[in-house]
């Protein structure tokens, strides 16, 4: 009896140290797995990536980790967006995603990839706008950015937006760059005003504005800006009229597009507010968004005794000549009419020489003269 008792309490004490031992190994088989698993996604969460060249990947706002993860397997950047998933949790980097556009080099790893969406500055993309460029062309040209989104409700005051280049980063809104302009051309405004010549025939601000967006127009070389925007001081300290063509324009298209041909003599006899050859002073307001040497030219003029100034040669860049006087300066007008008459008899003379040179490579061609197919050959593999 007492044997067998003792037989019993063996089976149990073995059968509980056999249990016991299934299921430490089955904890170390689970742990092994684990581990396996832990090991495999670490590997492959910091092996190179499968594109082979430099990406950009556009993290939109208000995007969460899982959102980035599936777009990233989408585009091919990562090869599981699981283990992108959760090393990025176990990294704690799940909520420090940046808005923007992120240049991925090639062959990124997941954890590369990761450091640069959390870590990296975006891409900066530029709006460029000249100097002189009027209300409308600077939206139109904003608005023609693809990398922007959103609309701008209302179009800017003339003046209002100063010229340069504007950095911004995909996504950004359009109304976002245009606030930008405006801000500096408040900004610079106000430097340049506080730090204006005194005596200057100006009231205000805004009169500066009006005036620097005249001197934008007549002279594309900066520096002429200052003896340009001296003229026109001048003139209104003696009381005489602007007489500025491009017064003359806005008032015809208001700044949306050019005019694309010469003045009508019923288009100078016109009364408009912005026609300054019928009206006394200033115009109604500004012509164009000047740029800041415009501005400051205004507000730091040349000291001359000119009045007047016309081209000096057939292209913008030749500048222009001056005069004190009026007989002076119909001299002035008369060299620029010469200039303009042989620059316009050497473009017809240039014209009707390449018709007659393709005309004779024509016939020799027709004649069978190899010179002439060989001439024609090259230009046809071109187009």
Do not use: C
């Amino acid at each position: 009896m007492a044997d067998r008792k003792k037989k019993n309490r063996r089976r149990s004490s073995n059968g509980f140290f056999e249990a016991l031992n299934g299921l430490l190994t089955l904890i170390l088989l689970a742990l092994l797995g684990v581990a396996g698993v832990f090991i495999y996604g670490v590997t492959v969460f910091n092996a190179d990536g499968p594109f082979e060249e430099d990406r950009s990947f556009v993290v939109e706002s208000g995007n969460v980790l899982g959102t980035v993860a599936s777009r990233l397997e989408e585009q091919g950047f990562i090869s599981n967006a699981d283990i992108f998933n959760y090393g990025a949790r176990l990294l704690r980097r799940g909520d420090d995603l940046r808005a923007g556009e992120f240049n991925i080099a090639a062959n990124s790893s997941m954890l590369d990839i990761i450091e640069e969406l959390t870590e990296g500055t975006p891409v900066q993309h530029q709006v460029v706008v000249p100097e002189g460029f009027t209300s409308w062309q600077v939206v139109e040209r904003v608005n023609a950015d693809a990398d922007l989104t959103g609309n701008i409700e209302v179009l800017p005051p003339e003046g209002s937006l100063l010229p340069g280049a504007y950095s911004y980063r995909r996504g950004d809104t359009r109304q976002s760059v245009i606030d930008a302009m405006t801000t500096a051309m408040d900004e610079a405004l106000a430097e340049v005003w506080e730090g204006r010549d005194e005596d200057l025939p100006i009231d205000s601000p805004a009169d500066l504005v009006i005036l620097a967006s005249i001197v934008e127009r007549e002279t594309g070389l900066a520096s002429e800006r200052p003896q340009v925007a001296a003229v026109f001081v001048n003139r209104l300290r003696v009381g005489m009229r602007l007489q500025s063509d491009p017064t003359i324009i806005y008032g015809i298209t208001l700044g949306q597009g050019s005019l694309g041909r010469g003045l009508r003599r019923s288009e100078i006899d016109q009364v408009t507010p912005y026609n300054t050859y019928q009206i006394d002073g200033l115009p109604a307001g500004p012509i164009a968004n000047p740029g800041i040497d415009s501005l400051r030219a205004v507000a730091h003029p040349d000291e001359h005794d000119y009045l007047y100034f016309v081209a000096k040669g057939a292209v913008p860049s030749d500048g222009h000549v001056f005069a004190e006087s009026y007989a002076e300066h119909q001299q002035n007008v008369a060299a620029y009419r010469e200039i303009e008459r042989q620059a316009a008899e050497d473009a017809a003379d240039a014209e009707a020489q390449a018709e007659m040179d393709a005309l004779e490579a024509d016939q020799a061609a027709e004649a069978g003269d190899p010179a002439a197919t060989e001439d024609e050959e090259p230009a046809a593999e071109s187009q």
